[in-house]
């Protein structure tokens, strides 16, 4: 890789200067080390012919004041000479060429020394490597020569040879080949070039920072967005948000929990007495020995205790002592009802409690079962229901659906799922616009029984039907469950003259389809009440009149 610095032969090449070399002709001097000056003595030129020309030769000139020139002995070099000019023992060979370095400009006018002459043949007028050739020497003026011996010791008028790669300092007396210059000066120079870079990163770094508060904040001035005034008023008494207002004091939370289960639902208040109404299966999980809290829309909260419930209309109520100001919710009639009057729902969906949707009426007289989980049927609850599309979902159950004037005219009980009402971890699914709630008509008669009585009484006309029978229309069985008679005797049917095979097809004129439709529409009236039963016997259709008869609910 090629990252600046030569390897092999080329690396001893850099390690020292190309001047100042030994030839295998001329005594060996040890190569200098990195960052070392070899000092060096200039020999004195021959002026014996008076020309002033030099005669370079290998013996060192005598000193001008002697009278004759004493020849020394040449050393041998302690190696053998080197054919092929090796570095560091010869001259550079062909494939080490001089690195292209120009030679600065000496101080105070100092002689450069002649290039280095090697074993490479005659060179061109530029010197080895392509240096530039040395001024001629001065009258009176030694020239310096490439080499000394190393004992020897420098005078005060000679220099030491110029080392490019050299960082020693240099000898005492030594003129140095820089310009002079103060120490303390450069520090200084340096010191400020520092302080100006601190001062130019200083200034882009809070250059950046108010150009960030200035694009964030929009300039240096606050910003005051317009905005429209707080009201003082409120809303319209039939907006959601009037009827909300005046319907939320009214509704609580109910938390129920048992010893195998938990649950958790929404009731609203019936009286100054405490008596809260709910669904049957909302406080289902507290069984005999459970707990329910109530917890009200202030945040206050309150043991509660059950007063009655019924299974087969999927209503109870509880009670609370102890607590001052609480709002009765006032109760509607849902006889007045009808299809496409807006409604708002209101209740705590998976205990978010205070929680207010609004839809309309969607549909009335809805009959529909719920429950069933027991698998015996005795907790199967039979609605004639209000149909709504106001968002109901799990934790709605037991919450008041109110008309415009906040008054109750249903209890939200069920909804419609998209599916068997599983959802993918197991839970209840959320509402799909089919929400169903129990006519309030039924509920205050239902909670008034459970207040009185503890429990509440159911309408019959006592038959037995056939829940299996396909076609249209409810068919009175053959035989009873326990293999009675299917028409009781001495009850409300066997007085109005039903027998058993006749299938009833309507009710006070409206048509029934099943078993179950003709229960939820008996249930839709209270025992005592006179209606007319429409049947077919043999092919032929009938028409009979029965009063209802009572019995007690579970």
Same mark, same amino acid.
């Given at each position: 890789?090629?990252?600046?610095?030569?390897?092999?032969?080329?690396?001893?090449?850099?390690?020292?200067?190309?001047?100042?070399?030994?030839?295998?002709?001329?005594?060996?001097?040890?190569?200098?080390?990195?960052?070392?000056?070899?000092?060096?003595?200039?020999?004195?030129?021959?002026?014996?012919?008076?020309?002033?020309?030099?005669?370079?030769?290998?013996?060192? @000139?005598?000193?001008?004041?002697?009278?004759?020139?004493?020849?020394?002995?040449?050393?041998?070099?302690?190696?053998?000479?080197?054919?092929?000019?090796?570095?560091?023992?010869?001259?550079?060979?062909?494939?080490?060429?001089?690195?292209?370095?120009?030679?600065?400009?000496?101080?105070?006018?100092?002689?450069?020394?002649?290039?280095?002459?090697?074993?490479?043949?005659?060179?061109?007028? $530029?010197?080895?490597? &392509?240096?530039?050739?040395?001024?001629?020497?001065?009258?009176?003026?030694?020239?310096?020569?490439?080499?000394?011996?190393?004992?020897? $010791?420098?005078?005060?008028? $000679?220099?030491?040879?110029?080392?490019?790669?050299?960082?020693?300092?240099?000898?005492?007396?030594?003129?140095?080949? #820089?310009?002079?210059?103060?120490?303390?000066?450069?520090?200084?120079?340096?010191?400020?070039?520092?302080? #100006?870079?601190?001062? @130019?990163?200083?200034?882009?770094?809070?250059?950046?920072?108010?150009?960030?508060?200035?694009?964030?904040?929009?300039?240096?001035?606050?910003?005051?967005?317009?905005?429209?005034?707080?009201?003082?008023?409120?809303?319209?008494?039939?907006?959601?948000?009037?009827?909300?207002?005046?319907?939320?004091?009214?509704?609580?939370?109910?938390?129920?929990?048992?010893? %195998?289960?938990? &649950?958790? +639902?929404?009731?609203?208040?019936?009286?100054?007495?405490?008596?809260?109404?709910?669904?049957?299966?909302?406080?289902?999980?507290?069984?005999?020995?459970?707990?329910?809290?109530? #917890?009200?829309?202030?945040?206050?909260?309150?043991?509660?205790?059950?007063?009655?419930? %019924?299974?087969?209309?999927?209503?109870?109520?509880?009670?609370?002592?102890?607590?001052?100001?609480?709002?009765?919710?006032?109760?509607?009639?849902?006889?007045?009802?009808?299809?496409?009057?807006?409604?708002?729902?209101?209740?705590?969906?998976?205990?978010?409690?205070?929680?207010?949707?609004?839809?309309?009426?969607?549909?009335?007289?809805?009959?529909?079962?719920?429950? *069933?989980?027991?698998?015996?049927?005795?907790?199967?609850?039979?609605?004639? @229901?209000?149909? #709504?599309?106001?968002?109901?979902?799990?934790?709605?159950?037991?919450?008041?659906?109110?008309?415009?004037?906040?008054?109750?005219?249903?209890?939200?009980?069920?909804?419609?799922?998209?599916?068997?009402?599983?959802?993918?971890?197991?839970?209840?699914?959320?509402?799909?616009?089919?929400?169903?709630?129990?006519?309030?008509?039924?509920?205050?008669?239902?909670?008034?029984?459970?207040?009185?009585?503890?429990?509440?009484?159911?309408?019959?006309?006592?038959?037995?039907? %056939?829940? /299996?029978?396909? *076609?249209?229309?409810?068919?009175? +069985?053959?035989?009873?469950?326990?293999? &009675?008679?299917?028409?009781?005797?001495?009850?409300?049917?066997?007085?109005?003259?039903?027998?058993?095979?006749?299938?009833?097809?309507?009710?006070?004129?409206?048509?029934?389809?099943?078993?179950?439709?003709? !229960?939820?529409? !008996?249930?839709?009236?209270?025992?005592?009440?006179?209606?007319?039963?429409?049947?077919?016997?043999?092919?032929? /259709?009938?028409?009979?009149?029965?009063?209802?008869?009572?019995?007690?609910?579970?």
């Amino acid at each position: 890789m090629d990252d600046g610095k030569p390897t092999g032969p080329e690396a001893k090449w850099w390690s020292r200067p190309p001047a100042g070399r030994a030839t295998p002709q001329e005594p060996e001097v040890p190569p200098a080390r990195s960052g070392e000056v070899t000092a060096q003595l200039p020999p004195v030129a021959d002026e014996a012919s008076g020309s002033g020309e030099h005669t370079p030769g290998p013996a060192l @000139a005598a000193p001008a004041d002697q009278a004759s020139v004493v020849p020394r002995e040449r050393p041998q070099p302690l190696h053998e000479p080197d054919e092929y000019s090796t570095p560091p023992y010869g001259g550079p060979g062909p494939w080490a060429p001089a690195p292209p370095v120009q030679l600065p400009t000496p101080a105070h006018g100092t002689p450069l020394p002649p290039p280095y002459t090697g074993q490479q043949g005659p060179q061109g007028p $530029q010197g080895p490597q &392509g240096y530039p050739p040395p001024a001629p020497p001065q009258p009176h003026q030694p020239q310096a020569q490439p080499h000394q011996p190393q004992h020897q $010791q420098p005078q005060p008028s $000679q220099w030491i040879q110029y080392d490019p790669w050299s960082t020693a300092a240099p000898a005492p007396g030594q003129q140095p080949l #820089t310009h002079h210059g103060e120490p303390r000066r450069t520090k200084r120079r340096r010191a400020g070039v520092a302080g #100006t870079v601190l001062l @130019a990163f200083a200034g882009c770094v809070l250059g950046g920072a108010v150009g960030a508060y200035i694009e964030r904040n929009g300039g240096f001035t606050s910003v005051e967005l317009p905005q429209t005034d707080r009201e003082s008023g409120g809303r319209a008494p039939d907006s959601v948000a009037g009827i909300a207002a005046s319907a939320l004091p009214s509704v609580v939370t109910l938390h129920v929990s048992g010893s %195998d289960e938990q &649950g958790t +639902g929404t009731g609203f208040v019936l009286d100054r007495q405490g008596h809260i109404l709910t669904n049957n299966h909302v406080v289902q999980p507290a069984g005999s020995s459970g707990e329910i809290s109530v #917890t009200f829309s202030g945040g206050q909260t309150a043991k509660a205790e059950l007063v009655g419930k %019924d299974s087969g209309y999927d209503l109870a109520v509880v009670k609370v002592t102890g607590v001052s100001g609480l709002k009765p919710l006032p109760l509607g009639n849902s006889d007045n009802v009808r299809v496409g009057d807006p409604v708002v729902a209101i209740g705590a969906p998976f205990d978010l409690s205070n929680t207010v949707t609004s839809g309309i009426i969607s549909a009335k007289e809805r009959p529909i079962t719920a429950g *069933g989980e027991s698998g015996d049927g005795s907790d199967v609850s039979y609605v004639d @229901a209000l149909q #709504t599309d106001a968002p109901i979902n799990p934790g709605n159950s037991g919450g008041p659906l109110v008309d415009t004037q906040a008054r109750v005219i249903g209890i939200n009980s069920a909804i419609r799922a998209a599916d068997s009402g599983a959802g993918p971890d197991g839970g209840q699914s959320g509402s799909i616009g089919l929400g169903f709630a129990i006519p309030i008509n039924q509920g205050k008669r239902v909670a008034e029984e459970l207040i009185n009585t503890g429990k509440a009484t159911h309408p019959v006309i006592g038959v037995s039907l %056939d829940m /299996e029978y396909a *076609g249209d229309g409810a068919r009175v +069985g053959t035989k009873a469950a326990d293999g &009675g008679p299917a028409v009781t005797s001495g009850g409300p049917g066997a007085k109005a003259g039903i027998e058993a095979g006749d299938v009833i097809t309507e009710v006070d004129g409206r048509r029934v389809h099943s078993g179950e439709e003709l !229960i939820v529409k !008996i249930r839709a009236h209270r025992p005592g009440d006179r209606l007319e039963l429409t049947l077919l016997r043999g092919g032929r /259709e009938r028409t009979l009149a029965v009063v209802l008869g009572s019995a007690d609910g579970t």
